[in-house]
T-cell receptor, first 110, second 113 residues
C-alpha cells in the first residue's frame, strides 16, 4: 500500500520568507502527484498537478518538484504572505485513486 | 459554474438513524469519490465510482452505501449511523483515471449523537 508522509507537520515563518514543504511516498509507480491547500473548515483547493514524466510545475509564487525515483516532492513557496496560512496536502495517484499525506499546517506571521 | 456541490453542509443526527449525504457535479467527470477527514487519520477513501452504475470500495467502506444512477450524482448513505462516523465528508471528482486533477466539494460536517 502506498504511504505518503509530509514533514514537518507544522511550520511557522515570518512574512516574506521563502519556504519548502516536503512530501515523500513509498511506491514510485505513480501517474501524478497533486498539491492541495485547505483552509480551516473548507474543502481542498488544487494548487498544482505534476505528471510522472515532469520534474516540476510552477504557478505564481508556487513551484512543485517531483523526483519519482527517490519518492519525493517539494512545494516551494516564495515570499510567503499571511494569506498563505493554511494546511498543505500532497497526494499521489498510482491508479484511479489518490493517496494523501496528513498535511503540513503553515502559519505565516505578519 | 458550480462545480461540485454537497448537501447538507451540516448535519446532526442520532445513533441508529439513516443519513444520506448528497454530491452533485456539473462537469460530467467520469470518476467520483467519497472521503472522510478525521484528526489523526487525514483523508480516507470510503467509496469511488468510475461511471454510472459502477462503484467500488475504498479504504473504509464499512457502514456506508453508495449508488450512482446518474453521472452527475453520487449519494453516500450511512445505513445506521454510529458515533464513530462523526466526521467531515468530502466528495471529489476526476475527469479520467490518469493525468488529471482531482477536485473537491466544500464538505459536509456530520455529527452523530
Amino acid at each position: 500500500k502506498q504511504e505518503v508522509t509530509q514533514i514537518p507537520a507544522a511550520l511557522s515563518v515570518p512574512e516574506g520568507e521563502n519556504l519548502v514543504l516536503n512530501c515523500s511516498f513509498t511506491d514510485s509507480a505513480i501517474y501524478n502527484l497533486q498539491w492541495f491547500r485547505q483552509d480551516p473548515g473548507k474543502g481542498l483547493t488544487s494548487l498544482l498537478l505534476i505528471q510522472s514524466s515532469q520534474r516540476e510545475q510552477t504557478s505564481g509564487r508556487l513551484n512543485a518538484s517531483l523526483d519519482k525515483s527517490s519518492g519525493r516532492s517539494t512545494l516551494y513557496i516564495a515570499a510567503s504572505q499571511p494569506g498563505d496560512s493554511a494546511t498543505y496536502l500532497c497526494a499521489v495517484s498510482p491508479t484511479i485513486k489518490f493517496y494523501f499525506g496528513s498535511g503540513t499546517k503553515l502559519n505565516v506571521k505578519p | 459554474d458550480a462545480g461540485i456541490t454537497q448537501s447538507p453542509r451540516y448535519k446532526i443526527t442520532e445513533t441508529g438513524r439513516q443519513v444520506t449525504l448528497m454530491c452533485h457535479q456539473t462537469w460530467s467527470h467520469s470518476y467520483m469519490f467519497w472521503y472522510r477527514q478525521d484528526l489523526g487519520h487525514g483523508l480516507r477513501l470510503i467509496y469511488y465510482s468510475a461511471a454510472a452504475d459502477i462503484t467500488d470500495k475504498g479504504e473504509v467502506p464499512d457502514g456506508y452505501v453508495v449508488s450512482r444512477s446518474k453521472t452527475e450524482n453520487f449519494p453516500l448513505t450511512l445505513e445506521s449511523a454510529t458515533r464513530s462516523q462523526t466526521s467531515v465528508y468530502f466528495c471529489a471528482t476526476r475527469l479520467a483515471p490518469r493525468n488529471n486533477e482531482q477536485f473537491f466539494g466544500p464538505g459536509t460536517r456530520l455529527t452523530v449523537l
